[in-house]
């Protein structure tokens, strides 16, 4: 995905392609450079995804970037900034999980 709406749109798929009790999981790369900004993308994805029948958790995954990893990449640009990053898993819930 390119940003987070085309990620919502592709997650608005989910409920046709998961059976309950399936696990999905994407690359949670938005707000890569801001702590804050990143945890709030992360609790929107949680209550979009919770619309749809999915419960999400993020679980913390140290990143220690060796000094160069990002020489010579696209722009300049280091891909990854921030001291973990948050790893998406996300579960479709049962009817008897609160599932309409």
Request: glycine share 10%; net charge negative; with cysteine.
């Amino acid at each position: 995905a390119e940003g987070a709406d085309e990620l919502f749109r592709f997650h608005e798929l989910l409920p046709g392609l998961l059976r309950p009790g399936g696990v999905y999981s994407y690359f949670n790369g938005i707000a890569s450079h801001d702590a804050f900004l990143h945890r709030v993308y992360c609790e929107a994805a949680r209550r979009h995804l919770h619309s749809l029948g999915l419960t999400a958790t993020f679980e913390p995954v140290r990143v220690s970037v060796a000094p160069g990893t990002w020489e010579g990449a696209e722009a300049g640009r280091n891909w990854w900034a921030l001291e973990h990053y948050s790893l998406p898993v996300c579960v479709r819930r049962r009817r008897e999980e609160g599932e309409a």
